[in-house]
Nanobody, 123 residues
């Protein structure tokens, strides 16, 4: 059974850090790319970062470059989104999703989605 589960969200002050986790079951990270997306209230879902099945990283938005990084632990079938220097505009529900092999950049290419985890950046 395929499952994609995010965790690690919460409330953090501006300038703070948070690490999100995306745990997957039913498939391996050797065959799937994992992307992180976010959706703020009243806005469309946007891509943030992706890591391919061979470990290549793709940024979907320039607004997080230099602040967010993505990594994975294949033994744990888990992908991490490390977020630093957080800003109020990073507030959103963060989702991870899986697509086969590479980071296509297309929302519609992702086969499996998690339920999302809320990140609030506020003082």
């Amino acid at each position: 059974q395929v499952q994609v589960v995010e965790s690690g969200g919460g409330l953090v002050q501006p300038g703070g850090s948070l690490r999100l986790s995306c745990s997957v079951t039913g498939f391996t990270l050797n065959s799937y790319a994992i992307g992180w997306f976010r959706q703020a209230p009243g806005k469309e879902r946007e891509g943030v970062l992706c890591i391919s099945s061979i470990g290549d990283t793709t940024y979907y938005t320039d607004s997080v470059k230099g602040r967010f990084t993505i990594s994975r632990d294949k033994a744990k079938n888990t992908v991490y989104l490390q977020m630093t220097s957080l800003k109020p505009e990073d507030t959103a529900v963060y989702y991870c999703a899986a697509e086969q092999l590479s980071c296509s950049g297309s929302y519609y290419a992702y086969d499996y989605w998690g339920q999302g985890t809320q990140v609030d950046v506020s003082s």
